[in-house]
């Protein structure tokens, strides 16, 4: 690997090596499908295809605080996409051209109707179920700015300080620095709003709430990236007491469950098909099934 310091951009980048790091071998700078491979499609009117990174826990979390609320329209499936290739299939990159997870279905009119981005699938449920988004014009707008400031503000946490820190093949002082320094001012802008508010548009849990936890909630207990401690994320104690208010939500904790792969066999819900699934079809539950 070269050394940082020694590299000097040439006057046009080709793509002729893999770019190193963890996600290397799927990263190329084209787009569309790589091979044909059609997506399930199951028995309720919303279909999801997702993983449960934090992109894809927002909408998982979104429908199941919305089935608790009693909105039964909200029945889904959740589809299993691992991101090894999978989000390369031609089926998926119809549902979502960027290739990325989340990716919905909505099934429930006349035509199916394709939504891509976690923020514009939460405001798609949100509107369609005229839940967890206020109605009167200044709570709304204030739901909608902490909305897409996370849209906007969670790559620098992501693909900024999780690459550099976590993925990079190299160390990189100067990219760890820039980006530690972003995601702590990020974490006081959040520690701030949160001093004299409840939830992020106020008083009410709301869709702001939902985008938001799952990246920065994960953060202040030191489940990203391994940099708890790097980041003093215990220093943030509105932020802490925000997170741990949403870890308490029954439908929060089953949110984080479906499509996760990792952790504890008993947190992990491959498929979502069924309310049920949470107490019959987790992996400690599936027998060989499990070891897939």
Known sequence: MTDPSEYVPPKVWTW????????????????????????????????????????????????EELLALGHGGAEYD???????????????????????????????????????????????????????????????????SWLFW????????????????????TKIEYAIDRFAMEVKRQLDVLDRRLSDNEYLAGNDYTIADIAVWPWYGALAKGLLYGAGEFLSVQEYANVQRWTDAIAKRPAVQRGRMVNRTWGEPSSQLHERHDAHDFETNTQDKMGDAAVA
């Open 150 to 169: 996370q849209m906007g503000s969670a790559p620098y946490l992501g693909g900024g300080f999780g690459h550099f820190y976590a993925y990079a093949p």
């Open 16 to 63: 002729n090596k893999e770019s190193g790091g963890r996600f290397a071998s799927i990263n190329r700078p084209i787009a569309g499908p790589t091979h044909d491979k059609e997506l399930p499609v199951g028995r309720h009117p919303l279909q999801l295809y997702s993983l449960a990174t934090p992109n894809g826990v927002k909408v998982t979390v979104m429908l």
């Open 78 to 144: 959740a589809w299993l996409i691992r991101i090894d290739g999978n989000q390369f299939g031609s089926g998926f990159v119809a549902v979502n051209p960027n290739s990325k997870i989340p990716a919905l279905m909505d099934r429930s009119g006349p035509s199916p109707i394709r939504v891509f981005e976690s923020g514009a699938i939460l405001m798609h449920l949100a509107e369609k179920f005229g839940a967890l988004l206020p109605t009167d014009t200044k709570t709304r707008a204030e739901c909608l």
